[in-house]
């Protein structure tokens, strides 16, 4: 699935993933390829991502929006927690 990150002011990531896991507002959730459509608030916690045969990789976030529609998941979130 397509996975693209972004904040007010820049592109955080863009590209295909196999799995994607989102601090949802009422508990983190999981997104599969060919997961059904769906819109959700994200809350503040972890976005982490598995491209092909690499490693996971984290992004903390302070809250956002997840859209999945056709195969591909956009996140708007409103700032990259710096740690």
């Given at each position: 699935?397509?996975?693209?990150?972004?904040?007010?002011?820049?592109?955080?990531?863009?590209?295909?993933?196999?799995?994607?896991t989102?601090?949802?507002?009422?508990?983190s959730?999981?997104?599969?390829?060919?997961?059904?459509?769906m819109?959700?608030?994200?809350g503040?916690?972890?976005?982490?991502?598995?491209?092909?045969?690499k490693?996971?990789?984290?992004?903390?976030?302070?809250?956002?929006?997840l859209?999945?529609?056709?195969?591909?998941v956009?996140?708007l979130v409103?700032r990259?927690v710096?740690?």
């Amino acid at each position: 699935m397509y996975l693209e990150i972004v904040t007010p002011d820049t592109k955080i990531f863009e590209g295909e993933v196999v799995t994607a896991t989102f601090p949802g507002s009422d508990g983190s959730f999981q997104v599969l390829s060919n997961h059904a459509s769906m819109i959700s608030m994200l809350g503040k916690g972890d976005i982490r991502y598995t491209e092909d045969k690499k490693k996971e990789e984290v992004i903390t976030v302070d809250g956002g929006v997840l859209e999945v529609l056709k195969n591909r998941v956009v996140v708007l979130v409103e700032r990259i927690v710096e740690l």
